[in-house]
């Protein structure tokens, strides 16, 4: 069960980042993200989005990691901590999309940003 959470959250991190490529590209998605308040996005948010796939990498990594489908950091204390910020982390997301004032923006981040965390709870207990 680990294992399948593991990788359904990193294949969606993987479509989260191809989501933020293409608001960085400059198609007209911003609905959907960062408030919703741009179509296209300004500088400042496509900056925002590169710094997301970093990011989303890292997460990507952290759950593997905690998976043990990795073996590359030696602090099994440090994963596991690491694990459960990013189920803090995603469940904050889901509150915090849910009050977005973008109606796309809720609809579609708020269940991603849910079952991320479930994901992530069943890797971090796991």
């Known amino acids: 069960m680990t294992t399948t959470a593991a990788i359904l959250i990193c294949i969606i991190l993987g479509l989260l980042a191809i989501f933020q490529?293409?608001?960085i590209a400059g198609l007209p998605l911003g609905r959907f993200a960062w408030g919703g308040q741009h179509e296209v996005l300004p500088s400042r948010l496509?900056?925002?989005s590169a710094v997301s796939i970093v990011l989303y990498a890292m997460f990507?990594?952290?759950v593997l990691e905690a998976a043990?489908?990795?073996?590359v950091i030696t602090s099994a204390t440090f994963v596991t901590v690491a694990m459960w910020?990013?189920?803090g982390y995603f469940a904050l997301g889901v509150l915090m999309n849910g009050i977005s004032r973008s109606k796309p923006e809720?609809?579609?981040m708020t269940p991603v940003s849910l079952v991320l965390a479930g994901l992530c709870l069943i890797?971090?207990?796991g």
């Open 123 to 125: 890797v971090a207990i």
């Open 46 to 48: 496509r900056i925002g």
């Open 60 to 62: 990507a990594f952290i």
């Open 21 to 23: 490529l293409l608001l």
């Open 85 to 87: 910020v990013l189920t």
């Open 68 to 71: 043990q489908l990795t073996s």
């Open 106 to 108: 809720r609809n579609l």
